[in-house]
């Protein structure tokens, strides 16, 4: 029974991740989105955030080849940002020590709008155990599709954590039950805070997943 786990904003975060995005964009294209070209992206994930942008620039759909552009560049940008004695990621240490509990007994999975390599760079920075498998953001697929990816070998029931709306409605799409990391998704299901000891995020998951039909 797969549990997965969002990462930005649900294990840790990375500040100025948009605008990371945005300056490894201009690297590649010559000329950098602007925030407003952003905000009108509906997409959570990197593939789908990165193919309305470039809509938007040329006319047309990303390709593989220009998403691994992408991938490289921003995964260079995270590395100059992020390194020891420079900006930090802030890590949810209950969280992050909660879910290695889980993944003792359970099938864990981190299931991330990342494109895979920034999704490695960040898995490392926080600590991530290697044994934990990672799904990051694939061309053609949204957040859902993931989900649905990660969980096709495993008898249900499943879970998805995460902290934003889009993950809710990621879950909902997949028919998975839900809990929530912070505030900024409302409804009935369980919400967490940040600071959650580890206790009692594993105490409120296996209440989720024992609560599921």
Request: aromatic residues 8%; proline residues 7%.
């Amino acid at each position: 029974m797969p549990i997965c786990f969002d990462l930005d904003g649900t294990l840790g975060h990375f500040s100025s991740g948009f605008v990371l995005l945005r300056e490894a964009l201009g690297l590649v294209w010559g000329e950098t989105p602007t925030v407003e070209e952003l905000r009108l992206c509906r997409g959570s994930t990197d593939w789908e955030i990165v193919d309305e942008l470039h809509h938007m620039r040329f006319g047309r759909g990303l390709d593989e080849t220009g998403y691994s552009a992408y991938e490289t560049a921003c995964v260079d940008r995270f590395r100059e940002v992020f390194t020891p004695g420079a900006q930090a990621a802030v890590a949810y240490r209950g969280v992050l020590e909660g879910m290695h509990r889980l993944a003792a007994t359970r099938q864990v999975w981190i299931v991330s709008g990342n494109a895979p390599g920034l999704l490695a760079f960040k898995t490392e920075v926080l600590g991530v155990d290697p044994a934990i498998p990672r799904l990051g953001s694939l061309p053609r697929h949204d957040r859902a599709d993931l989900l649905r990816r990660a969980l096709r070998e495993g008898a249900g029931p499943h879970l998805y954590v995460g902290d934003r709306p889009h993950d809710l409605d990621a879950a909902q799409a997949a028919g998975l039950p839900f809990v929530g990391i912070g505030e900024a998704v409302p409804g009935e299901h369980r919400s967490l805070p940040p600071d959650i000891e580890a206790d009692h995020l594993v105490a409120a998951v296996e209440a989720a997943l024992e609560s599921t039909p």
